[in-house]
């Protein structure tokens, strides 16, 4: 079983920016892949980031340019930098980890609010 605990959401105006950390029960160095995601009310989940155990990442059009996914495989925490918020990135942001074909363990979330 692996456990997932994000951290550092909160309240911010738009333009400011806030930074998401994704805790791992286990060594994250060789799980394959480890994601970001967020919901907003009455919307689906949506990929936001991903890495890859090799440090390819991909940020989905919406977020190019402003958000930025990284990992720190010493201290097993993926984090995601988020600048130049926006009201409509406000969403529940949640974390994943694909361990293996039919392995993917989620985080609980932690809320992301933007005012205008």
């Known amino acids: 079983q692996v456990q997932l605990v994000e951290s550092g959401g909160g309240l911010v105006q738009a333009g400011g920016s806030l930074r998401l950390s994704c805790a791992v029960s286990?060594?994250?160095?060789?799980?394959?892949?480890m994601g970001w995601y967020r919901q907003a009310p009455g919307k689906q989940r949506e990929l936001v980031a991903h890495?890859?155990?090799?440090?390819?990442?991909y940020s989905a059009d919406s977020v190019k340019g402003r958000f930025t996914i990284s990992r720190d495989n010493a201290k097993n925490v993926v984090y995601l930098q988020m600048n130049s918020l926006k009201p409509e990135d406000t969403a529940n942001y949640s974390c994943s980890a694909v361990i293996g074909p039919a392995a993917t363990y989620w985080g609980s979330g932690t809320q992301v609010t933007v005012s205008s």
């Open positions: 286990r060594s994250i160095f060789s799980i394959n892949l």
């Open positions: 890495i890859t155990s090799r440090g390819t990442t």
